[in-house]
C-alpha cells in the first residue's frame, strides 16, 4: 500500500503586525470587543510590494529545510488562496518560478479557508496513485488586500500570512483519509462577490459576511466530518492526539472542542497571534505544533477546516 508523509512544515508572517489598539484607531472597535468575541490579539499584514506567492516563498523555504529536500526533487507544487498575484498564472506557477523548481505539475486551489484541506487532499490522492513522488502544499492568503477597512464586522478578522508542507510517497501513512465537502447554496453568507470585467471590477470586491449564520454553520459541519472521520477509520475520540482547527474565532473552536468531548489541551489555537488567515491558518497552526514539539511521531493529528463556498473538510494524519 501506497501513501504520503508530510516530511517538512514552514510558516511565514509578514513583519507588520496590526494589534486591536490599531484598530481602535481605525473604526469603532475595542480591544476587549475583539479578543473576547474572537480570540484576536493580533494580525499581520503583507507590505504593498509583498504578494501571495512571496509569502509562500518564505513559507515553503522552510517546510523544504524541515523535509531536507532541494528543488528537484518536488514534481507537484498546489497553492490554496483566496488571494492569488494575478489572474493568472496561477501563483503555484509564480511560487514554482521563484522557488526555482523545473517542470513539474502546479496549480492553485480555491476554497477559501478550507483550501488547504482540499489540496492536501488533492497531493495525498496524486502521490497515493503513484503519479508523484513529492508534493509541496501552500496556503497563502493576503487577506489584508480584500478587506473594507472601514467595514468593523470583517476588517479586525482577518490577517496575511502562509504554511506548507513537503509531502512525499511511503510505505506507512502518513495521511489516513481526507473528507472533502461543498455546499453551493450557502455561497451567499461569506463572500467576496465582485468580478472583473472589460477592465472594471463590477460589484463588492470586499469580504462580506453573515457572521452569525456562518458561525452557527460552521460549529454544526466541523463536528461533521471530524465524527465521519473517525468512524470511516474506527477511531474514538480519545485516539485523537491534536485537532488542529481553521483559526477563525476561538469560540467556534471552543465549541467545537466541547461539543465532541476534545479537551483544549489537545487542540492548537493560534489565532490570537495572526487572526484569520483563510488557506494559510491550518498549515500555519500545524507548523508551530510541529516546531514547539507538541506532535510526535506515531500521534494521529486531525485537520479540520471550513469557509466560503460553502466547503468544509478534514484530513486525518498519523504522524
Ligand atoms: O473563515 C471562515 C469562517 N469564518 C468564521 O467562522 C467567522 C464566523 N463568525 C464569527 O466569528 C462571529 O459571528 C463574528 C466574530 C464575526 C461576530 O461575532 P458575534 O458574536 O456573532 O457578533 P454579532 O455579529 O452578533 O454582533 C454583535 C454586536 C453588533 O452590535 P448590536 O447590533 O448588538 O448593537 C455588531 O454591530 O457587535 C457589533 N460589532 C462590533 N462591535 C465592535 C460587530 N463588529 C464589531 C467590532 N467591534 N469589530
Redesign the pocket.
Known amino acids: 500500500m501506497m501513501y504520503s508523509r508530510v516530511i517538512g512544515t514552514g510558516s511565514y508572517l509578514p513583519e507588520k503586525i496590526l494589534t486591536n489598539l490599531d484598530?481602535e484607531q481605525m473604526?469603532?472597535?475595542?480591544d476587549e470587543?475583539?479578543r473576547s468575541?474572537?480570540g484576536i490579539a493580533q494580525r499581520h499584514i503583507a507590505t504593498d510590494s509583498q504578494m501571495a506567492s512571496d509569502l509562500a516563498l518564505n513559507a515553503s523555504r522552510e517546510a523544504m529545510k524541515a523535509a531536507k529536500i532541494d528543488a528537484g526533487e518536488i514534481d507537484l507544487i498546489i497553492v490554496a488562496t483566496t488571494t492569488p498575484d494575478v489572474i493568472f498564472p496561477s501563483t503555484a506557477c509564480i511560487l514554482q518560478d521563484k522557488l526555482g523548481v523545473k517542470d513539474c505539475a502546479a496549480f492553485d486551489v480555491q476554497a477559501?479557508?478550507s483550501g488547504f484541506i482540499y489540496a492536501l487532499a488533492t497531493a495525498d490522492m496524486f502521490i497515493r496513485a503513484g503519479k508523484y513522488r513529492t508534493a509541496l502544499v501552500v496556503g497563502a492568503e493576503v487577506y489584508s488586500r480584500i478587506l473594507d477597512w472601514s467595514d468593523?464586522?470583517?476588517?479586525?478578522?482577518?490577517g496575511d500570512g502562509a504554511g506548507a508542507v513537503v509531502l512525499t510517497r511511503s510505505d506507512r501513512p502518513g495521511i489516513i483519509s481526507s473528507h472533502l465537502h461543498a455546499d453551493g447554496s450557502y455561497k451567499g453568507i461569506?463572500t467576496a462577490p465582485g468580478s472583473f470585467s472589460h477592465g472594471k471590477i463590477q460589484g463588492n470586491p470586499f469580504v462580506m459576511?453573515?457572521?452569525?449564520?456562518?458561525?452557527k454553520?460552521?460549529i454544526k459541519v466541523l463536528e461533521d466530518v471530524v465524527r465521519e472521520a473517525l468512524a470511516e477509520n474506527n477511531l474514538e475520540v480519545s485516539d485523537i492526539d491534536w485537532l488542529i482547527p481553521?483559526q477563525?474565532?476561538i469560540?467556534?473552536i471552543i465549541s467545537t472542542a466541547k461539543k465532541l468531548g476534545i479537551p483544549m489541551e489537545k487542540v492548537v489555537a493560534t489565532l490570537d497571534k495572526h487572526g484569520?488567515t483563510?488557506a494559510a491558518?491550518i498549515p500555519l497552526a500545524l507548523d508551530v505544533a510541529v516546531r514547539d514539539g507538541r506532535i510526535q511521531s506515531g500521534q494521529h493529528v486531525l485537520l479540520e477546516?471550513?469557509?466560503?463556498g460553502f466547503t468544509w473538510g478534514a484530513v486525518l494524519i498519523s504522524w
Open positions: 484598530l473604526v469603532d472597535t475595542s470587543w475583539i468575541r474572537t477559501v479557508c468593523r464586522s470583517t476588517c479586525v478578522l482577518f461569506l459576511m453573515e457572521g452569525n449564520t456562518v458561525f454553520f460552521a481553521h477563525a474565532n469560540r467556534i484569520n483563510s491558518s477546516g471550513v469557509g466560503g
